[in-house]
């Protein structure tokens, strides 16, 4: 007799891989911790297979477990695609989605992946921008979800956590002891006029060492130690790190992760995407 695979127990699995934690994948599958863990347990017994390293510090997936990951993707790609179409009642159209260019990763890939694999038919357009110009765009109508990076979010947002932020410079770089201080932002960075108020509260003069609204040129100056930046702790890109020393520069405190949602579509699809986004950027 041919032998299944179970596959909710290979959606735990896969789930499990993706987001690199029991804890995690729990509450992305609505389920509790323990639940997850039979789940998973049961698979392996079914297998006579250990699909984790179990030794090691960091949740890690054994050869065997590597193989199956890609298959179970496949199956459960192949399920959900299936039933979408098949169901009267599956979601399709179009979600605006805005998220600031920040905090793009690493959490939103993945949920764009999973939001495919669930609702093959819905088109999900990512915009990736400044919260001050998502919000504009926000009030004209032109996202369905949005999250933003802000101190201060309206009545209407959701505020999912806070994260600080830190000064940020070139490897081994000393751009940070020069005075005056120059500065890398783009001209609608919300950070920036925060760094400016904290350094002329601190008595630091200060110089602006790029302009206009090209990240990369921002990113690649302060990579080039010719100047210093504000980054949100966890959304720090590659090239700088946070700056640390004995004469630190001032704090400049933390800024908040917000939720907004329109009321133009209500579905499962956009349900699905906000709980998702709740799990990925929730304290």
Same mark, same amino acid.
């Given at each position: 007799?041919?032998?299944?695979? $179970?596959?909710?127990?290979?959606?735990?699995?896969? /789930?499990?891989?993706?987001? =690199?934690?029991? /804890?995690?994948?729990? =509450?992305?599958?609505?389920? /509790?911790?323990?639940?997850?863990?039979?789940?998973?347990?049961?698979?392996?017994?079914?297998?006579? *297979?250990?699909?984790?390293?179990?030794? &090691?510090?960091?949740?890690?997936?054994?050869?065997?477990?590597?193989?199956?990951?890609?298959?179970?993707?496949?199956?459960?790609?192949?399920? $959900?695609?299936?039933?979408?179409?098949?169901?009267? /009642?599956?979601?399709? %159209?179009?979600?605006?989605? %805005?998220?600031?260019?920040?905090?793009?990763?690493? &959490?939103?890939?993945?949920?764009?992946?999973?939001?495919?694999?669930?609702?093959?038919?819905?088109?999900?357009?990512?915009?990736?921008?400044?919260?001050?110009?998502?919000?504009?765009?926000?009030? +004209?109508?032109?996202?369905?979800?949005?999250?933003?990076?802000?101190?201060?979010?309206?009545?209407?947002?959701?505020?999912?956590?806070?994260?600080?932020?830190?000064?940020? =410079?070139?490897?081994?770089?000393?751009?940070?002891? +020069?005075?005056?201080?120059?500065?890398?932002?783009?001209?609608?960075?919300?950070? +920036?006029?925060?760094?400016?108020?904290?350094?002329?509260? &601190?008595?630091?003069?200060?110089?602006?060492?790029?302009? %206009?609204?090209?990240?990369?040129?921002?990113?690649?100056?302060?990579?080039?130690?010719?100047?210093?930046?504000?980054?949100?702790?966890?959304?720090?890109?590659?090239?700088?790190?946070?700056?640390? =020393?004995?004469?630190?520069?001032?704090?400049?405190?933390?800024?908040? *992760?917000?939720?907004?949602?329109?009321?133009?579509?209500?579905?499962?699809?956009?349900? *699905?995407?906000?709980?998702?986004?709740?799990?990925?950027? %929730?304290?």
């Amino acid at each position: 007799m041919p032998r299944n695979l $179970d596959l909710s127990a290979l959606r735990s699995f896969v /789930t499990v891989a993706d987001v =690199g934690g029991v /804890t995690r994948a729990a =509450g992305y599958l609505n389920l /509790t911790q323990s639940a997850v863990s039979m789940q998973i347990k049961r698979l392996e017994e079914s297998l006579g *297979l250990s699909l984790f390293l179990r030794a &090691a510090r960091k949740l890690a997936l054994s050869p065997e477990g590597e193989q199956l990951l890609s298959y179970g993707r496949r199956m459960l790609a192949l399920n $959900d695609e299936a039933l979408s179409l098949l169901s009267s /009642t599956a979601c399709e %159209g179009e979600i605006r989605l %805005g998220v600031p260019h920040d905090v793009v990763y690493p &959490a939103i890939p993945g949920i764009l992946r999973r939001m495919a694999q669930c609702y093959p038919r819905v088109r999900i357009n990512l915009v990736s921008s400044f919260t001050l110009l998502m919000k504009q765009e926000f009030g +004209r109508g032109g996202f369905d979800v949005m999250l933003t990076t802000e101190e201060a979010p309206d009545p209407a947002a959701e505020v999912l956590s806070s994260r600080g932020l830190v000064w940020v =410079g070139a490897h081994e770089g000393n751009a940070w002891q +020069r005075r005056p201080l120059r500065l890398g932002f783009k001209d609608t960075c919300n950070f +920036r006029s925060r760094a400016q108020t904290a350094l002329e509260e &601190a008595g630091i003069p200060w110089e602006m060492a790029t302009g %206009g609204e090209s990240e990369q040129a921002v990113e690649a100056t302060v990579a080039a130690d010719l100047a210093v930046s504000v980054r949100m702790l966890g959304s720090i890109p590659e090239g700088m790190v946070p700056i640390a =020393g004995d004469n630190q520069l001032p704090s400049v405190g933390e800024m908040k *992760l917000a939720l907004y949602r329109a009321n133009r579509r209500s579905d499962e699809a956009v349900d *699905l995407l906000v709980s998702e986004l709740r799990c990925a950027y %929730g304290s």
